[in-house]
């Protein structure tokens, strides 16, 4: 395998990726605030994570994923403004504030599995770790890091003096330049909120009792408690969308390390936007497409995750209904293309099992080939134009999980006549371990035959061959248009004669 590469924003430059104790990869990535549908711009976030996963699992690693589900504590505003979103959208609803998780939180996963985006190892609900979020902001309070204001407890960002490297900001310039405080407990703009006491609105549906008062957990320290809880205090990856970087994963950071006093995160990787001509999509502005809205459109979700590896995940993806129907068609004719191959490798088993029964007939020896599944074919084993194109497409993924190029050299792969449908079929299906098309599921449309039926096919597609070979076309083209008419398509191939039922 090639080294795996990634570029870390962290110091934004391409780096080699060494894990913290090999073959283990530790990954965290932000899962959803499940107070609405995810939107196709969240969903575009969470199959480059699936690639991300698939990618160091097809390297060799032993990965551990961890997503929180956000059910308390993320407000409108990322600054700790506004209101709990997942009370509003109670409200909104008629509904408890559970009931609200409860149905999104089930909607997200139907909507990731219908993407063929495997499930986390561990899913963790935030309202089912405030205690470990209560007991890591009791360390952080130890080594004096925050202060109470207003009956709420915050984080001071003048005491972490690395506050802001992730977005490359510097804590002078973001004194300097701050703008006027929303929340006038703050004693900088950027200090933000670990516990509130004294929520910004009445009726706050969920509280809990702490040794700062009975209250909730600000949205920062869910995915700090619950990463290390499941992770350790240092792990490999954390992952999630460009615009968790300036604050939800600045302030993460900050309170992480604040608390252990070591590193906290190696690699941190970031999606860029889906972007519709007036913008990227948001869920507040109400410019948002969901993944039913894609079905209803007679789009399968397949064809969204084509489209969405068609770039790169760090560049900005414009989304169009042009762009899914351009999307669709590749899709069916990479679907088609790999039909067409079972087609061809059933026809040459079907040639072999013919073969062998004549063997056994007239005792002759069996070839050591005469039964063989595809799936299992050892890619060990690959002709060496065949294993290029598989270098290739690994040369692409550890390039920064480079879908485009990965996407480019399967079609490659299949145009190539150098290469047997066996092998090209093989290969294929390898890929697609990365990819995530389902191509290994596809399976042509049949209607059973009868037994009888077949031997009368086969009897006339052997019949028309000899016509052929005698150059009796008139011959050969009413067999053609005989089994036609009883529902048979017959079809030449450089391996020789398939037939379908119309």
């Not at 070591?262 to 690699?267: D, I, M, T």
């Not at 299949?414 to 990819?435: C, F, G, I, T």
Request: include cysteine; proline fraction near 4%; hydrophobic fraction near 40%.
């Amino acid at each position: 395998m090639p080294v795996l590469k990634l570029f870390n924003t962290m110091g934004r430059s391409l780096q080699e990726f060494v894990p913290l104790n090999p073959p283990k990869v530790g990954f965290y990535g932000c899962g959803p605030t499940v107070y609405n549908y995810a939107h196709i711009g969240n969903l575009r976030t969470y199959i480059f994570e699936d690639v991300l996963v698939r990618t160091l699992r097809r390297f060799g690693y032993k990965v551990t994923h961890v997503m929180n589900i956000t059910d308390v504590g993320h407000l409108t505003g990322d600054d700790d403004t506004g209101e709990d979103k997942m009370v509003r959208s109670a409200e909104e609803r008629g509904q408890s504030v559970l009931q609200i998780a409860q149905f999104y939180t089930n909607a997200f996963f139907s909507d990731t599995e219908r993407l063929n985006i495997l499930r986390p190892t561990i899913v963790c609900k935030a309202t089912d770790h405030i205690q470990d979020m209560i007991d890591l902001i009791k360390r952080i309070e130890a080594n004096g890091f925050t202060y109470m204001a207003g009956g709420n407890l915050y984080f001071d960002v003048s005491k972490f003096p690395r506050y802001g490297e992730l977005a490359n900001l510097k804590l002078e310039d973001l004194k300097a330049g701050a703008r006027i405080e929303v929340d006038g407990n703050k004693r900088n703009p950027h200090d933000f909120v670990l516990w509130f006491t004294k929520s910004k609105f009445e009726n706050q549906a969920l509280t809990w009792d702490s040794p700062w008062g009975r209250g909730y957990p600000g949205w920062h320290i869910e995915c700090s408690a619950m990463s290390m809880k499941y992770l350790g205090e240092s792990f490999d990856i954390h992952a999630g969308g460009i615009d968790h970087i300036p604050v939800h994963h600045t302030n993460e950071i900050a309170q992480s390390e604040a608390a252990t006093g070591k590193p906290w995160v190696r690699y941190w990787l970031h999606a860029e936007f889906l972007v519709l001509d007036n913008g990227k999509m948001s869920k507040s502005k109400g410019t948002f497409i969901t993944l039913q809205s894609l079905i209803d459109h007679c789009f399968d979700p397949l064809d969204y995750r084509f489209f969405c590896l068609g770039g790169h995940y760090r560049s900005q993806l414009s989304f169009s209904w042009e762009g899914m129907e351009q999307a669709k068609a590749s899709r069916k004719a990479l679907d088609d293309r790999i039909l067409d191959l079972q087609d061809k490798v059933l026809h040459a088993a079907d040639q072999t099992a013919v073969a062998d029964q004549t063997a056994k007939k007239e005792g002759l020896e069996q070839p050591d080939d005469a039964h063989w599944g595809v799936l299992a074919l050892d890619i060990s084993t690959l002709s060496d134009k065949a294993r290029e194109h598989l270098g290739r497409f690994d040369d692409a993924l550890a390039e920064d999980l480079n879908a485009p190029r990965a996407l480019a050299e399967l079609w490659q792969l299949l145009k190539d006549p150098d290469v047997s449908p066996r092998e090209a079929l093989a290969v294929a299906y390898n890929m697609d371990e990365v990819l995530g098309l389902r191509l290994s599921e596809l399976k042509r449309e049949t209607v059973s035959v009868p037994p009888e039926f077949v031997v009368e096919i086969e009897s006339a597609i052997q019949e028309r061959a000899a016509a052929k070979k005698t150059k009796d076309w008139a011959k050969a083209d009413a067999i053609r248009a005989g089994l036609k008419a009883k529902g048979i398509l017959l079809e030449d191939t450089p391996t020789g004669t398939i037939w379908k039922k119309l």
